[in-house]
């Protein structure tokens, strides 16, 4: 899923102060999942808002609203008579859904109100993990199922660095060395030796390094 | 490891030889006064056979490593040029690669480099568009083939001496020297080691490096840095990435009074290097005194390895 967290309402009340009437809108999927942007933290955060804004004597109407995804125009429409209520959306969708608002509505300021992280999952309760980087071009089945693309701080394809101690990464002790984790995986899967040859350098082409992405599905074209 | 007519570097021509080589280390300064590279070369000239000049060591800014390695030059000592991919990508590295070899360097020690997160601006984007694994496989191409990472042919194939690091202290330890083959067949000629303190795990790591026939293929030069006192072991102990001092060695130095820790430092040091000499497959030390250069003298010439060989004439 993409994980984001949700801006501090210090950031987010100086976004949404130059309005008089705001719409929160959630999303219902990935942001939901990390506890950043679904129903229950567009309430909280309303609450939270209105509160600290009539603290200080400002009067800004803040409407709340969730939708299933901000990236799909099917679930967008049904937010289209909120929005046309307010001055402004402040989104909890992720980079994309925020953006996606921003080109259906033309016309209406739209505000970020989570800090999009990274494509991740659940590891355990409360720890999110990033775990891809959208290169664009897949070598998972070369590392035993383990990214040294996104985890390992160095992006190093052919072994650790000199830094990797009782399988934590020199950067963090709280990471680990996502090269031990290849390692016990290949050992385990009885392929160690796999990981003695040698791995070409990326070709970063179908990665961001070369521009904004786009995907066309010819079958898919109406 | 490259067998040209015409030795490519001094460094080259003594480990060919069988000579048992001495390398040390300068650091650039923060800043860009060529007399601080010049202060610290000094100390260094005529004791050891070539010095290493870093490439933003621990993430922190300096003088360039082709700059200062330049300034060594013109001093007459030959520098080893470290290069680390963390901030140039493979565009930059090779043209760098080629700005270096036509100012006359002729060694090159290929490094991923520590993460920016240690050094001075943290905030910094980093690169790693390659690793130096394939560094070092691009810098050999340059060499052997005089093509660069695209198969494009060059004008003029800058003729390098290829070096590499290896840390034999960091785990997992049974990849390590799985990790230094894939470095041999990437077209490494030398290595320096990581500062060696735990002895017997150095022992060990050579050991399975004889067992696979990589001493053969490679001139392994052996870390040392000498302590300067208890402060900067523990430092190095426990806030150094990849360094591994065992505690004995830390209450050796602790043990003793503090005016005599650095005597102390030098001591352990001069140990270690005898030891060295023994091991099979050790080709030379490489010493790192940091910030401690004017000792660099007193510890070979203690350790009975001066006077230094005359170097011979290289194709620069």
Redesign the interface.
């Given at each position: 899923m993409i994980v984001g967290e949700q801006k501090k309402i210090a950031e987010i009340k100086e976004l949404v102060e130059p309005y008089g009437k705001v719409l929160i809108l959630g999303c219902g999927t990935c942001v939901k999942t990390c506890f950043a942007g679904g129903e229950d933290e567009v309430a909280t955060l309303a609450s939270g808002l209105r509160l600290a804004l009539s603290m200080e004597g400002k009067e800004i109407a803040v409407e709340e609203l969730t939708v299933e995804r901000q990236c799909e125009d099917e679930f967008i429409q049904q937010a289209a008579a909120a929005i046309a209520r307010n001055e402004a959306v402040l989104s909890l969708a992720c980079g994309a859904g925020v953006q996606d608002i921003a080109r259906t509505f033309p016309k209406v300021p739209v505000l970020p109100g989570v800090n999009t992280t990274f494509i991740g999952i659940l590891e355990k309760h409360g720890l999110f993990t990033e775990e891809c980087l959208g290169c664009g071009d897949c070598k998972l089945a070369i590392f035993g199922s383990v990214c040294p693309i996104a985890r390992c701080?160095?992006?190093?394809?052919?072994?650790?660095?000199?830094?990797?101690?009782?399988?934590k990464c020199?950067?963090?002790p709280s990471i680990d060395?996502a090269?031990?984790l290849i390692?016990?995986r290949m050992k385990e899967l009885g392929q160690l030796g796999r990981?003695?040859s040698?791995v070409?350098?990326?070709d970063?082409r179908r990665s961001n390094a070369g521009g904004p992405r786009k995907l066309v599905r010819q079958d898919h074209i109406v | 490891m490259s067998t040209p007519t015409a030795p490519i570097s001094n460094l080259q021509n003594l480990l060919s030889q069988g000579e048992f080589v001495v390398t040390a280390e300068c650091g650039p300064p923060r800043g860009a006064d060529a007399d601080a590279v010049a202060k610290k070369v000094a100390y260094l000239k005529g004791f050891v056979d070539a010095v290493n000049v870093t490439d933003n060591q621990t993430a922190i800014v300096r003088m360039s490593s082709i700059a200062a390695s330049t300034h060594l030059l013109q001093q007459g000592v030959e520098p080893v040029m470290q290069m680390v991919t963390r901030d140039r990508n493979r565009i930059a590295l090779q043209s760098d690669i080629m700005g270096a070899y036509s100012l006359g360097i002729r060694n090159i020690l290929c490094l991923s480099g520590d993460h920016q997160s240690f050094g001075s601006q943290p905030d910094a984007l980093n690169v790693f568009d390659i690793d130096s694994l394939h560094l070092i496989r691009a810098v050999r191409t340059m060499r052997d083939e005089g093509k660069d990472m695209s198969g494009f042919e060059l004008k003029g194939a800058p003729r390098m001496f290829i070096g590499a690091a290896e840390n034999p202290f960091a785990d997992p330890f049974e990849y390590r020297v799985i990790r230094l083959a894939k470095k041999i067949d990437a077209g490494v000629d030398f290595i320096q080691t990581q500062c060696i303190y735990n002895m017997e795990r150095f022992k060990a790591w050579m050991k399975m490096a004889r067992e696979e026939g990589l001493t053969e293929k490679v001139h392994i030069l052996a870390g040392v840095t000498p302590l300067k006192s208890a402060g900067m072991a523990s430092y190095m102990a426990h806030k150094v990435a990849g360094m591994d001092i065992p505690e004995s060695l830390l209450k050796r130095i602790a043990d003793v009074p503090k005016e005599k820790a650095s005597r102390e430092g030098i001591a352990i040091c001069l140990e270690t290097i005898e030891e060295l000499k023994t091991i099979p497959g050790v080709r030379g030390i490489h010493i790192m005194a940091i910030e401690w250069e004017q000792k660099v003298e007193e510890i070979v010439r203690a350790a009975g390895l001066l006077p230094r060989p005359a170097q011979a004439p290289t194709d620069c």
């Open positions: 701080s160095k992006k190093l394809l052919n072994g650790p660095c000199g830094g990797s101690k009782d399988g020199e950067v963090d060395c090269w031990q390692i016990d990981l003695k040698y070409e350098p990326k970063w | -």
